[in-house]
Protein backbone atom coordinates (compact mmCIF):
# COMPACT_ATOMS: atom_id res chain seq x y z
CA UNK A 1 0.00 0.00 0.00
CA UNK A 2 1.37 3.43 -0.82
CA UNK A 3 0.22 5.47 2.04
CA UNK A 4 2.69 4.25 4.54
CA UNK A 5 0.69 5.13 7.53
CA UNK A 6 3.33 3.96 9.83
CA UNK A 7 6.19 5.71 8.46
CA UNK A 8 4.74 9.67 9.10
CA UNK A 9 5.40 10.38 5.48
CA UNK A 10 2.87 12.54 3.99
CA UNK A 11 1.74 10.78 0.68
CA UNK A 12 -0.78 12.17 -1.26
CA UNK A 13 -3.64 11.54 -3.90
CA UNK A 14 -4.36 13.77 -6.39
CA UNK A 15 -7.84 14.08 -8.37
CA UNK A 16 -7.22 16.78 -10.89
CA UNK A 17 -8.92 16.98 -14.76
CA UNK A 18 -6.90 19.99 -15.98
CA UNK A 19 -3.18 18.34 -16.71
CA UNK A 20 -1.81 21.85 -16.70
CA UNK A 21 -3.21 22.23 -12.90
CA UNK A 22 -2.13 18.50 -11.97
CA UNK A 23 1.57 19.64 -13.27
CA UNK A 24 2.06 22.74 -11.39
CA UNK A 25 0.24 20.89 -8.01
CA UNK A 26 2.31 18.00 -8.40
CA UNK A 27 5.51 20.61 -8.83
CA UNK A 28 4.60 22.45 -5.75
CA UNK A 29 4.00 19.41 -3.71
CA UNK A 30 7.63 17.38 -5.54
CA UNK A 31 9.62 20.83 -4.11
CA UNK A 32 8.16 20.64 -0.74
CA UNK A 33 9.29 16.98 -0.21
CA UNK A 34 5.55 15.25 -0.41
CA UNK A 35 4.78 12.43 -2.25
CA UNK A 36 1.94 11.91 -4.63
CA UNK A 37 1.40 8.03 -4.79
CA UNK A 38 -1.51 8.27 -6.96
CA UNK A 39 -3.50 10.19 -9.73
CA UNK A 40 -7.03 9.96 -11.02
CA UNK A 41 -8.32 12.58 -13.49
CA UNK A 42 -12.30 12.58 -12.36
CA UNK A 43 -13.95 12.56 -8.99
CA UNK A 44 -15.69 9.52 -9.95
CA UNK A 45 -12.36 7.68 -9.64
CA UNK A 46 -11.62 9.05 -6.71
CA UNK A 47 -12.57 5.92 -4.63
CA UNK A 48 -10.59 3.04 -6.59
CA UNK A 49 -7.67 5.63 -6.12
CA UNK A 50 -7.79 5.41 -2.35
CA UNK A 51 -8.77 2.42 -1.83
CA UNK A 52 -5.69 1.12 -4.27
CA UNK A 53 -2.78 3.48 -2.46
CA UNK A 54 -4.26 4.59 0.88
CA UNK A 55 -3.02 8.16 1.13
CA UNK A 56 -3.01 9.89 4.23
CA UNK A 57 -4.01 12.92 2.42
CA UNK A 58 -6.52 13.63 -0.65
CA UNK A 59 -6.64 16.66 -2.82
CA UNK A 60 -9.44 17.05 -4.88
CA UNK A 61 -9.27 19.94 -7.71
CA UNK A 62 -13.12 20.78 -7.90
CA UNK A 63 -13.10 23.15 -10.74
CA UNK A 64 -16.68 24.66 -12.10
CA UNK A 65 -17.28 21.45 -14.25
CA UNK A 66 -17.92 19.76 -10.21
CA UNK A 67 -21.61 19.66 -9.41
CA UNK A 68 -21.49 20.54 -5.61
CA UNK A 69 -23.88 17.69 -5.01
CA UNK A 70 -21.50 15.05 -6.60
CA UNK A 71 -18.76 16.45 -5.16
CA UNK A 72 -20.74 16.51 -1.24
CA UNK A 73 -21.55 12.68 -2.34
CA UNK A 74 -18.09 11.62 -3.44
CA UNK A 75 -16.40 13.44 -0.46
CA UNK A 76 -18.63 11.10 1.66
CA UNK A 77 -18.23 7.90 -0.30
CA UNK A 78 -14.32 8.36 0.17
CA UNK A 79 -14.66 9.28 4.08
CA UNK A 80 -16.82 6.14 4.84
CA UNK A 81 -14.73 3.89 2.93
CA UNK A 82 -11.42 5.22 4.11
CA UNK A 83 -11.78 7.42 7.00
CA UNK A 84 -7.82 7.53 7.83
CA UNK A 85 -7.74 9.59 4.66
CA UNK A 86 -8.27 13.39 5.25
CA UNK A 87 -9.62 15.15 1.96
CA UNK A 88 -8.65 19.01 0.80
CA UNK A 89 -10.51 20.28 -2.00
CA UNK A 90 -9.28 23.15 -3.94
CA UNK A 91 -12.18 25.89 -5.39
CA UNK A 92 -11.82 28.19 -7.39
CA UNK A 93 -12.37 32.02 -5.70
CA UNK A 94 -15.97 32.61 -4.55
CA UNK A 95 -17.26 29.25 -5.37
CA UNK A 96 -19.22 29.16 -1.72
CA UNK A 97 -21.25 26.66 -3.56
CA UNK A 98 -18.31 23.88 -3.73
CA UNK A 99 -16.87 25.24 -0.30
CA UNK A 100 -19.83 24.56 1.59
CA UNK A 101 -20.79 21.11 -0.16
CA UNK A 102 -16.80 19.83 0.18
CA UNK A 103 -17.02 20.95 4.27
CA UNK A 104 -20.75 19.21 4.35
CA UNK A 105 -18.92 16.35 2.83
CA UNK A 106 -16.32 16.16 5.41
CA UNK A 107 -13.19 18.28 4.02
CA UNK A 108 -10.65 18.43 5.90
CA UNK A 109 -10.20 21.61 4.70
CA UNK A 110 -10.56 23.91 1.34
CA UNK A 111 -8.25 25.98 -0.04
CA UNK A 112 -8.27 28.65 -3.28
CA UNK A 113 -6.70 27.59 -6.51
CA UNK A 114 -5.25 30.74 -6.43
CA UNK A 115 -3.63 30.63 -3.30
CA UNK A 116 -0.90 27.43 -3.78
CA UNK A 117 0.80 27.61 -0.61
CA UNK A 118 -2.09 27.47 1.91
CA UNK A 119 -2.75 24.46 0.08
CA UNK A 120 0.48 23.28 2.08
CA UNK A 121 -0.78 24.41 5.42
CA UNK A 122 -3.72 22.94 4.67
CA UNK A 123 -1.76 19.63 3.90
CA UNK A 124 0.63 20.18 7.15
CA UNK A 125 -3.07 19.89 8.95
CA UNK A 126 -4.27 17.15 7.59
CA UNK A 127 -1.55 15.29 8.25
CA UNK A 128 -0.43 16.69 11.67
CA UNK A 129 2.63 16.18 10.64
CA UNK A 130 4.00 17.52 7.32
CA UNK A 131 6.92 18.89 5.75
CA UNK A 132 8.04 22.40 6.82
CA UNK A 133 7.74 24.89 4.11
CA UNK A 134 10.56 25.86 2.50
CA UNK A 135 11.61 29.68 3.09
CA UNK A 136 14.00 29.34 -0.22
CA UNK A 137 10.98 28.06 -2.74
CA UNK A 138 9.43 31.57 -4.64
CA UNK A 139 6.11 32.18 -3.62
CA UNK A 140 4.21 31.08 -6.47
CA UNK A 141 0.74 30.96 -6.78
CA UNK A 142 -0.72 27.88 -9.01
CA UNK A 143 -2.07 30.30 -11.66
CA UNK A 144 1.66 32.09 -12.08
CA UNK A 145 2.89 28.25 -12.01
CA UNK A 146 0.77 27.79 -14.89
CA UNK A 147 1.86 30.83 -16.78
CA UNK A 148 5.37 29.68 -16.31
CA UNK A 149 5.15 26.23 -17.82
CA UNK A 150 2.98 27.72 -20.83
CA UNK A 151 5.91 30.34 -21.63
CA UNK A 152 8.34 27.71 -21.21
CA UNK A 153 6.76 25.33 -23.44
CA UNK A 154 7.76 28.07 -25.88
CA UNK A 155 3.78 29.83 -26.31
CA UNK A 156 3.93 33.48 -26.84
CA UNK A 157 1.59 36.19 -24.79
CA UNK A 158 -1.17 35.73 -26.64
CA UNK A 159 -1.04 31.72 -26.96
CA UNK A 160 -0.50 31.66 -23.40
CA UNK A 161 -3.74 33.84 -22.71
CA UNK A 162 -5.67 31.71 -24.84
CA UNK A 163 -4.53 28.30 -23.14
CA UNK A 164 -5.18 30.11 -19.51
CA UNK A 165 -8.51 31.58 -20.14
CA UNK A 166 -7.10 35.05 -19.41
CA UNK A 167 -6.14 38.49 -21.65
CA UNK A 168 -2.84 39.32 -22.26
CA UNK A 169 -2.48 42.16 -20.32
CA UNK A 170 -3.25 39.50 -17.64
CA UNK A 171 -0.55 37.49 -18.53
CA UNK A 172 1.82 40.19 -18.63
CA UNK A 173 0.90 41.38 -15.36
CA UNK A 174 1.56 37.72 -14.28
CA UNK A 175 5.01 37.48 -15.78
CA UNK A 176 5.92 40.56 -13.92
CA UNK A 177 5.03 38.98 -10.83
CA UNK A 178 6.74 35.84 -11.29
CA UNK A 179 9.97 37.67 -12.61
CA UNK A 180 9.77 39.52 -9.42
CA UNK A 181 9.75 36.37 -6.94
CA UNK A 182 12.08 34.32 -9.05
CA UNK A 183 14.66 37.15 -9.17
CA UNK A 184 15.09 36.99 -12.73
CA UNK A 185 15.31 39.64 -15.45
CA UNK A 186 13.46 38.30 -18.53
CA UNK A 187 11.60 35.40 -19.64
CA UNK A 188 14.56 33.43 -20.55
CA UNK A 189 16.30 33.39 -16.65
CA UNK A 190 12.59 32.33 -16.13
CA UNK A 191 12.36 29.66 -18.42
CA UNK A 192 16.22 28.93 -17.62
CA UNK A 193 14.51 28.84 -14.12
CA UNK A 194 11.46 26.40 -14.66
CA UNK A 195 13.61 23.99 -16.44
CA UNK A 196 16.25 23.87 -13.54
CA UNK A 197 13.91 23.36 -11.10
CA UNK A 198 11.19 20.94 -12.80
CA UNK A 199 8.47 23.16 -13.84
CA UNK A 200 9.02 22.30 -17.22
CA UNK A 201 11.11 20.49 -19.69
CA UNK A 202 14.25 21.54 -21.57
CA UNK A 203 13.15 23.19 -24.71
CA UNK A 204 16.62 25.59 -25.53
CA UNK A 205 13.53 26.88 -29.14
CA UNK A 206 11.79 28.63 -26.02
CA UNK A 207 14.24 30.99 -25.25
CA UNK A 208 13.26 33.63 -27.81
Known sequence: MGGGAGDGAVTVG???GDPVW???ISWLLRSSGIEVVARARDVDRALDLVA???PRVLIVDADGDLEPVRLLKRIRDIRHAQPATAVVVLCSPGDTACHDAA???GAVSVVCRERAFELLQAL???AENG??????RPNLTLRELEILRLVADGRTNREVARAAWVTEQTVKYHLANIYRRLGVRNRGEAIAWAVEHGVAED?????G
Not at 131 to 136: F, G, L, Y
Not at 203 to 207: E, H
Open 14 to 16: LVC
Open 22 to 24: EHA
Open 52 to 54: RSA
Open 103 to 105: LVG
Open 124 to 126: SRA
Open 131 to 136: TADDEA
Open 203 to 207: RAAAV
